[in-house]
């Protein structure tokens, strides 16, 4: 049975924590410096808690003695500390961060690793860049490849048309930062809540824009190879307005503390959430112009015998999904294991992340309908 790490008690950690101890191969040991979160877990068939601030470098490097991973599902301002001390202790090191600065951190750090350092693990980026590589496969040629996901209430019913699904520090950190991508060949970093664009799938009008981290390492790896690469969040239409009123008409991208202290105390949690997966890929193939993509909708699951929502659902088992094929061998045991170096069939065919090919009907007993107001 291997020792698992999980800094992060909050959503996401709690349920990385079910998935792998329901399995029975992973006993696992939540940290976290809020005691009333870990209180939570306590009690729990094979989960462990431990109170520890990832502040403190030496606490975080005795939490991780004796592990066989450590995976960081910790806020992103603290996850680049995480690193470092996995990096340090030589364990496996796992995280879930779209921010930019601490991927740079993580990919100087596997230079000199000893132990697998396996950055971004989680949707977008994630699972994301998996799917963009094994569509860029089947091409002689690669031109363009659009990838863009979203997590979105199923019953939007605010002007943001928005619900409480995630980290909101993360969201406005994705909102704020330059965004990485190839254009007309070249390397770029271009603004985030710009060059939006409409789409319809399964009858739902949608709009994407671009923010930042989506993309992972893929434009490293596929620099030289592909004219056009982004990343655009998906939204319903009207949220990148209000969000541009907000962050730069009235620059609470200054003070983003006070924007997500009023968005946490207006716009209410929901359960009940779509995650919308749509990637598209063209260039050439038998010496023709051809386009493939890419299009999946995940919903709220249940797993270890509780409701769970989509983006829950789909971060968490990515994680654990990737943590397994490191397990049995699949993947690099030491320095930087980028996601596009992970084929999809492996990931889908792992007990873990099977539930992106989860039915919608099947996949919740209180799933509502798929029709919604966009």
Not at 65 to 90: D, K, L, Q
Not at 110 to 118: E, G, P
Not at 295 to 311: F, K, N
């Amino acid at each position: 049975m291997k020792q698992i790490l999980v800094v992060g008690a909050g959503h996401i950690g709690t349920l990385v924590a079910e998935l792998l101890a329901h399995t029975g191969d992973y006993r696992v040991t939540v940290a976290d410096a809020n005691a009333q979160a870990l209180a939570a877990l306590q009690g729990r068939h094979g989960i462990d808690t431990l109170q520890v601030s990832a502040t403190y470098p030496a606490a975080l490097r005795a939490a991780m003695r004796g592990r066989y991973a450590v995976i960081s599902a910790a806020p992103y301002s603290v996850t680049g500390a995480i690193a470092e001390a996995a990096h340090a202790s030589g364990v496996h090191y796992l995280d879930l961060t779209e921010d930019v600065a601490t991927t740079r951190l993580v990919k100087e750090l596997a230079k000199t690793a000893t132990h697998a350092l396996i950055p971004q693990c989680g949707l977008a980026p994630g699972f994301i860049s998996i799917v963009g590589m094994e569509l860029a496969r089947r091409f002689e040629q690669l031109d363009t490849l659009r990838m863009r996901v979203g997590a979105l209430p199923q019953f939007p019913s605010n002007a943001l048309g928005y619900n409480l699904t995630w980290s909101t520090a993360g969201v406005i950190n994705e909102y704020i930062r330059p965004c990485e991508a190839i254009v007309q060949g070249k390397l770029s970093e271009t603004p985030a809540l710009e060059e939006l664009e409409h789409f319809a799938l399964d009858g739902v009008q949608y709009e994407a824009f671009n923010t930042s981290g989506g993309l992972g390492t893929l434009c490293e790896t596929l620099a030289g190879s592909v004219r056009n690469l982004n990343y655009r969040t998906t939204r319903y239409p009207g949220h990148r307005d209000v969000m541009k009123l907000l962050l730069q008409d009235l620059r609470l991208s200054e003070r983003p503390e006070v924007l997500a202290d009023v968005l946490e105390k207006a716009i209410p949690e929901t359960h009940q959430d779509v995650v919308v997966i749509f990637v598209t890929a063209t260039g050439t193939r038998r010496g023709r112009v051809w386009q493939e993509s890419y299009a999946r909708s995940v919903y709220p699951q249940v797993h270890a015998g509780r409701e769970w929502t989509a983006i829950q659902t789909t971060t968490a088992s990515a994680v654990c999904a990737v943590l397994d094929l490191l397990a049995a061998g699949r993947l690099p045991q030491q320095g930087l294991v980028k996601q596009e170096d992970i084929r999809l069939d492996e990931f889908l065919a792992n007990r873990f992340g099977r539930a992106y090919d989860v039915p919608a009907a099947h996949a919740s007993p209180q799933a509502p309908s798929r029709s919604r107001a966009a």
